[in-house]
């Protein structure tokens, strides 16, 4: 067991190995982490990427989004993709780095609803896409009608994480303003859920801002118009709201201030800390607001008692317009757009927080008409407006719902099952400053407990509505039976009444109706209750 | 929509906000792909990080390990962690790093089975810490007895991911040679399911040459003792396998090789490829077998059909020796250990490859005994020894049991339910020089086809066993059933064939005994056997 010991130690031969790795090295070998596991996903991660930061960057310059995709086919292996907006263009400087660099991006350390956030997406494609082929990326961008667009071939150096500029042109003929990207890669074009064209169309529910078309690499043309000409009003950026805020960042935060007295540190570095608030949190944590951040930041027992003051004193909610919700309306017409429902019902939660992030849940449930009704309920998920193809299983959305008992809410569930069955669809939206995904590939909401007990509340909420719409479906089922059964023995009853008061039966069969119109008018339809009575 | 195109390109506002996100930064940010997403959880993942690492450095150091864990609290939020081994410590210069920079390792490069890969883990424990108690981790570590052993307190700068040291010293009356992290950090200490026990009642199990050690908070302490003193077999570092490499990742080993001829690298850079198989290659390929890897790399569509020739050419599969399964005699172990059950199936693949990655997948099966008989199976994942504890709805394991319809197999599975339910459990290994894990935490391995095929094939094999099994216990049923209705009604049949044919009645009736036990001799057992008859 101890045969080295005599030699020089061991540990002298193992740090010999010891190395840093490049973040797209990392990623380059770790690429499935980045949504780029099967040819059928790869496509669609590298399209999503491409049209989220379209939207991102058109919604920023306040442009309504004209996006265009086009997929063609290069051989047995490769497709070629290209991603067209009308968007702001991307300046000269920054674009190589932009599409050429992973952890290179403008929204990672803004507090604000953004689809992008990590400044990885865009570049993860480029690295797949030369992996795969060997092509470079292909970049055409006009910030400006009156200059000319300038393009890029580029690859990443994985040793560096640097764009490599394999050549550098311009182009008068492209588009007045916009941002094109050409890639070849590996993947394959497949139909049905989880596809690029069911990526759109959920994209397109969304976003009815936007006007999306594919040409897929059958020649075949989608285009899914604007629903409305107006932009969702813009999100603002915010400051961290102190709840949940982490011990280690308030300390980095303490560090790095400009403020010389801790009353000022607070008021301008959070949100919703005003003069009052502030005074409660100082006397609550024994601080002198006046004292220096940066002396606060060395006594690490002093910060502690500052964070349990935040969250002890009353401290409001988050604005709410560092986010951009899906709103009731557009998640009904996301719903019955594509389906014929008999009942259908929306939830909005208030603002929370976790670990200083406001977030939203938005939820709907619809129920019957031609919703397939023989498997499981049908989750649909999305997070800052961008529907979620994978990773059902791992989201903090799905496991909200699993959570749930649906037999307290009229539905089916066999044992050992974790989903409700009926014809039921379920649609959950989470907005944040900062969605955690489980991964790069942002396919999954990971299960941080504030989260999913707002998606769990949200659920019950739009479950109890139709729990009541489906008792009451019950138990007008049940009356319209009685009502036949009483029908069906009226006359009959009416003649030998007739006989034994001496009534003519056809007044009393009508006393009958009228009771029984009376008793249970509200399960009897219009032309029913017409038929069946007075009113 | 265009207010703004008469002032300077909204792009050059933008760019002002692009910036480059260092990696810890990044994970800072987004600890829960690290496996940092709630309290009980954040402990699990750094407890297994720094487990993982010790049994990885043992191993590395032909070491017997032993591995010791105490779990304390220091107040209503925080624990402190420490884990100390007895293997070959971490050498000075690279120490601060180690467990200070994230993506700094010795294993991310070399093709060979091992726990930790990435070089991220044990740093990610420590910016977890540091990020929650505000505290720097303490390092000590002894490489040789003759030394004294150094302590490290250390925090990593996010800005720049480098450690940053708090303090440096001697101690001298370390253990003899190993390494001790300790950490303080806000977390939860559970029993039950998912908790640290646990995660280490599994790794026992699958390191039975491993003595491990947890004193938990309430001073309670639990040892696995080793099963045995022998180590598993090293896995042998090896070179990239022909089979499924990428385009891109042949273009750099061509562009970045020393031989200057073809012929020498194919087989000096790759497995499996003899001077034979490397001919046919070439042939294959249209390539002359002198020329020069780096005028090749030019030449796209020529390493395209080398690439093609790759897949066409028979190439042996790669060597197991860099995996390290489990073995059928430990999977049995495993199971029997904690349960009692009436029947178990193992199955072992053989190697196969994705991406150029050797792997092999162990299955195996039980059924009955204690199991609990109500809910699903149970399903157990280990990925190179480790147990994944959560994310099992995000795993290619899970996806590959829940393509298999169970009821051809004898098992019960109800409309809509994805695993079957019944006193069954499912335990899947996957060895890999590269496991593909859906993101950081290392939780759940993507849905890479191959491996997802493998895991199918591997379980459908042990899940026939089972229904053999299953079919032969309901045959046996339904003779035991025959034979005691033959039995009540034997006597009385003898007694009247007595008067018929004037011979005795007990001869008569052990004659029919005689017959029935040939007949259904399989399904009686010894005892029963011997009272009905004759052998």
């Keep these: 067991m101890n045969s080295r010991a005599s030699d020089a130690p061991i540990a002298v031969e193992l740090a010999k190995k010891q190395k840093a790795i490049s973040v797209a090295e990392f990623f380059e070998k770790n690429r499935q982490m980045l949504g780029f596991d099967s040819l059928p996903r790869s496509l669609i991660t590298c399209v999503k990427e491409a049209v989220d930061n379209s939207l991102d960057a058109c919604e920023e310059a306040s442009i309504l989004p004209d996006i265009y995709i086009r997929i063609k086919k290069v051989d047995e292996r490769i497709l070629s993709v290209v991603v067209e907006d009308n968007g702001p263009g991307v300046q000269r400087d920054v674009l190589p780095r932009v599409f050429g660099k992973l952890l290179y991006g403008s929204r990672f350390h803004a507090i604000r609803q953004s689809r992008g956030q990590q400044g990885i997406g865009i570049s993860a494609a480029v690295l797949y896409a030369q992996l795969t082929s060997g092509k470079p990326a292909r970049i055409t961008s006009r910030i400006d009608p009156k200059l000319p667009a300038y393009v890029y071939e580029l690859k990443i150096d994985t040793e560096t994480n640097e764009p490599k500029i394999i050549s550098e042109n311009y182009d008068d003929f492209f588009t007045s303003r916009g941002t094109r990207i050409e890639l070849s890669l590996e993947a394959t ?49 915010i400051k961290p709201h102190p709840h949940g805020i982490e011990l280690g960042t308030l300390v980095k935060m303490l560090q790095s201030t400009d403020s010389h007295r801790l009353s000022t540190f607070l008021s301008s570095s959070f949100a919703k800390i005003g003069g009052h608030t502030m005074e409660s949190i100082c006397r609550e944590a024994s601080l002198d607001p006046g004292m220096s951040p940066q002396e606060l930041a060395k006594d690490i027992e002093a910060v502690k008692r500052l964070l349990a003051a ?89 496991h909200a719902i699993e959570r749930i008992n649906w037999k307290n809410y009229g539905l089916e569930q066999p044992k050992g099952a974790k989903a409700p069955i009926g014809p039921l669809m379920i649609m959950v939206h989470v907005a944040s400053t900062n969605v955690p995904f489980t991964s790069e590939s942002k396919d999954a909401i990971a299960d941080i407990p504030e989260i999913e007990d707002e998606i769990e509340l949200a659920v019950r909420e739009a479950a109890r509505d139709l729990g009541r719409y489906l008792s009451e479906q019950k138990k007008a089922l049940d009356a319209r039976k009685k009502i036949k059964m009483f029908e069906a023995y009226t006359r009959e009853l009416a003649i030998a009444l007739e006989g034994l008061t001496g009534k003519d039966h056809t007044v009393i069969e009508s006393k009958f109706m009228e009771v029984l119109s009376k008793k249970y008018s509200r399960f009897v339809g219009p032309e029913e209750a017409e038929e069946n009575g007075p009113q």
């Design 310 to 398: 935040f969250q002890k004193i009353k401290i409001m909610a988050p604005p709410k317009d560092c986010l951009s919700p899906i709103t009731d309306d557009l998640l009904k017409k996301g719903i019955t757009q594509n389906h014929r429902v008999d009942f259908i019902s929306t939830v909005s939660r208030p603002v929370s927080v976790y670990r200083g992030n406001p977030f939203l849940v938005e939820a709907a449930i619809a129920y019957g008409g031609d919703i397939d009704s023989e498997g499981r309920a049908e989750i649909y998920r999305f997070a800052n407006r961008v529907p979620l193809m994978y990773q059902q299983g791992a989201c903090a959305i799905t």
């Design 189 to 237: 074009y497949v139909r049905g859920k989880q596809s690029v064209l069911e990526y759109l169309r959920n994209t397109a529910i969304v976003n009815p801002h936007a006007r999306i078309t594919l040409v897929d690499p059958y020649d075949e043309k989608f285009v899914f118009e604007r629903a409305c000409d107006v932009l969702p009003r813009q999100p603002v950026e």
